[in-house]
């Protein structure tokens, strides 16, 4: 594994929860397995005054609680923590980029990091400008060739609608090449959404299967058994069409559905993606409340627990109209996929945690054995993304005994099988490899863009539109009934998954 130049990663917003949940914890387990350079730092910055003691301390905690590894050794976090350090500035004020400019120096000079700077913004999206701009006032975003290089992370949501993506992407390209800007969306750093491209292109038998003329549409689902928690303020001005399905659920649909790419360079893996998603069909207004079906949940019970509604959760309006379930049905239209429904659904409060992509294949044009309903098929290709990370193929095979009953069985690999293997989080993989310098798992600009283009026409619909329905569906069940119609064929229904790969149905152990 190549390990990255000497480099210090200054971190926007050190004192949040995204810095202790997540960014450090990844940095840590990275340490563990000694894929971090020698000469590295990690630069904390914000307006809360700690020194780099309490911040150290605080840090060490988040490790405890959110590293990916099971058993801690006291003695390699100590370790580790000496290469935090904290700077309290005032982000929004110009000169206060002086004293980072400072500590940067200073550091620099005992790492030999060469000015090797990644600038990670862990903070409010209305912010990113601000910080970028004055990030550029004090010229900490020049780079001469492969010497002292920079780059900038910015975390997600990028933009809140079309206009909004374009005007930050133009603010970051005042400051920032676009080879130097690296968009988190965190479900590109996760094993099984990569195992998707090594799964299309390192075998040659499904390729000759991966289009119109063996596919009979394609499902993808993300649900979370989780409410919004303590995030109602961020998620009551979000709703699930922007907080999932512009990024993650579209990225994923980019990845099943892109061509071959001429080879593993990230450029070329995205001008795929990019093509994919510049076929979207566009959802005509008229058609909104036809492709797209949205809900919020409502109180109920769970395991025999009151479980409240979306609508008093707090920070959350009591007459909220925000979404917490969409399902839509979409095409895409080039010569793969031409006629192909994709139906993509993600939900908070739904009834477990999962995410995988079913590939439904067509029935056979001739069924020769009995009990199958016309139009029926035997075919299914599931990749599981989380939890039982892996890949199930259902296949019709004969039941023993006297006539020819068929039953679909399971073919099924579980990345569970694999003893020992490491499976480290996405943000681990994502800040390894903006660190080497690899932005495949990021998204482009053009790319946020198109799925801005696709997804925000929904959105202006429903604002404007007060009698598209949003229904009310029971915490703990698996959305509104209506979502059901989206998929015209009576005999066909979504997947309802169940935490085990093998198993679904409606009722499942969960
Ligand atoms: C985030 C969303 O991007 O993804 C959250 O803002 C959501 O609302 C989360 O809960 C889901 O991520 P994961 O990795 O738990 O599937």
Known sequence: MEKPQNLILVIFGASGDLTKRKLVPALYDLYKQNLLPDGFAILGVGRTQLSDDTFRTDMGKGIKTFSNEGSLDNNLVKDFLLKLHYLSINTKSPEDYALLKNKLSALDSVLNSKENFIYYLAIPPDMYEVVTANIGRQELNTQSNNEGWKRIIIEKPFGYDLESAKSLNKKLLQVFKEDQIYRIDHYLGKETVQNLIVTRFANGIFEPLWNRNYIHHVEITSAESIGVESRGSYYDNSGALRDMVQNHLLQITGLVAMEPPSSFQSNSIRNEVLKVFQSFRPIRVNDVDKYVIRGQYIASKIKGERVPGYREEKNVTPDSRTETYVAMKFYIDNWRWGGVPFYIRTGKRLPTRVTEVVIHFKPTPHYLFAKKEIGESCNQMVIRIQPDEGILLKVGMKLPGAGFNVKNVNMDFHYSDLLDIYLPTAYERLLLD????????????????????????????????????????????????????LIEEKTITWRYPCKNLSNDGTYCEL
């Open 434 to 485: 903006c660190m080497i310098g690899d932005s495949t798992l990021y998204a482009r600009g053009d790319i946020v863009e198109e799925a801005w283009k696709f997804v925000s026409p929904i959105q202006e619909v429903w604002k404007n539109n007060p009698n598209i329905k949003i229904f009310g569906y029971p915490a703990g069940t698996w959305g509104p009934e209506n979502a059901d119609d």
